[in-house]
């Protein structure tokens, strides 16, 4: 919306992630409750947006906030959404477009989040943890409203009426992102209270949103050091930022009916000797500095943040920290997997089988062994859409 800046009326802005109000008065006249007088304006953080609208009307503010566009789409998926379905979707509409639901993995999270879109019809910016989602949905955007679906991460950055973008993309240029959506979807909506990645909330402006999760934060977890001022509840912080869960679902309440019955089978191994011996080296190290520095005593739950702060300057945490990584590294490459891996595949000779891995670095070393397809960030579009296409 293109409005004169001479002019005497007093309107509202987007600057940088936050809303600016022009020509209000000065610090003497009070307007909304969210704003704060700062630098000579009254400004807010953009997510404040969706308290404005009924304000700004009433007052006579011109809102030169939002720089998107409606939409005109038709969903075709080709599927009948189950009762639940409906029933999370009624729920998100009901509280306004606002607020998250939980679904377990398997039960059409994706699916619902396409009917939303397409009841909003508005732009869309989608969020997602990693690349190789963005490529998932990008498929699924494009597959379900047969139009150009935007794409913006480190290799790309492209914008259209729907985008899927990454958290870290999303928080790096929030400034710019911020009023462009009207709809903003987070998937895996956990993620989003985590250091920094909470701004991207801050900083957009869209007056409706959705997140989506399997693993809802409980309200007693923590961030420490959110940037934020004080240390932070993330479930608390996900009602402010993105509303409260609308609608939840537990696996058991589908399993057998909507999801397939499953059982979960865990298989110990011992490190063979080498590794044995690197692990309690590598141990001694991390826990002798972390008894040393008195971490728990002094940081409580806290002392791992500070583990990590303290080793851009401290060398004994620096080692510290490598030996934490090697830690990982060994039990999560063990040789004893690759055995038991072997185990599995031939009682299961001929099924189909999927193997997650931690690192990428095994996921190709058991791709070499027993000569199966890998996918990873690395992976190509198209050699990842042949790859699932031919495993379905």
């Known amino acids: 919306m293109g409005i004169d800046m001479k ?31 700062q630098n000579g304006k009254w400004r807010c953080t953009a997510h404040q947006y969706r308290l404005l609208g009924g304000w700004l009307k009433e007052v006579g503010v011109n809102d030169g906030v939002g720089g998107w566009r409606n939409l005109d789409l038709v969903c075709d998926d ?21 607020g998250s ?63 899927v973008t990454t958290y870290p993309s999303a928080w790096a240029h929030g400034e710019m992102l911020g009023n462009q959506f009207k709809f903003l979807l987070c998937d895996e909506i956990h993620h989003l ?30 961030i420490w050091g959110a940037g934020m001022g004080v240390d932070r509840d993330r479930a608390k912080l996900l009602d402010e930022l993105i509303g409260p869960v609308v609608y939840e679902k537990k696996i058991d309440e589908l399993t057998g009916k909507q999801l397939a019955d499953y059982r979960t089978e865990r298989m110990r191994i011992d490190l063979n000797s080498e590794e044995r011996d690197e692990y309690d080296t590598a141990y001694g190290v991390y826990t002798g500095y972390m008894h040393e520095a008195k971490l728990r005593q002094r940081y409580g739950g806290g002392w791992w943040q500070e583990m990590t702060r303290r080793s851009a300057y401290d060398q004994g945490a620096r080692r510290a920290k490598v030996a934490e990584r090697r830690l990982k590294e060994i039990v999560h490459q063990a040789a004893g ?10 009682a299961h000779w001929g099924e189909r089988v999927l193997i997650f891995t931690a690192h990428n670095r095994f996921a190709y070393l058991l791709g070499r062994r027993y000569l199966l397809p890998v996918i990873t960030h690395q ?8 790859i699932l296409e031919k495993f379905r």
């Open 337 to 346: 997997k690759v055995g038991v891996v072997a185990e599995l595949l031939a």
């Open 379 to 386: 992976t190509k579009a198209a050699e990842r859409k042949e």
């Open 193 to 222: 209270p985590a250091p920094n990645w909470h701004e991207i909330g801050l900083m957009c402006a869209a007056p409706m949103r959705l997140g989506l999760t399997a693993t809802y934060p409980e309200t007693a977890e923590v």
């Open 7 to 37: 002019q005497k009326r007093p309107w509202l802005r987007f600057l940088g992630g936050t809303l600016v109000l022009e020509n209000w008065g000065g610090e003497e006249r009070v307007p909304h409750e969210v704003f704060e007088w």
């Open 101 to 163: 639901i939980v679904l377990p993995t398997g039960a059409g999270k994706t699916f619902v989040a396409l009917r939303a879109i397409e009841k909003v019809g508005a732009s869309t910016l989608v969020v997602v943890p990693t690349i190789d989602l963005l490529h998932q949905w990008y498929a699924r955007l494009t597959n379900a409203f047969g139009t150009e679906i935007g794409v913006w991460y480190g290799g790309e950055k492209e914008l259209r009426g729907i985008t």
């Open 78 to 98: 080709g599927r009948t959404p189950h009762d639940y379905q409906r029933e999370g979707l009624a729920a998100w509409h009901e509280n306004g477009r606002w």
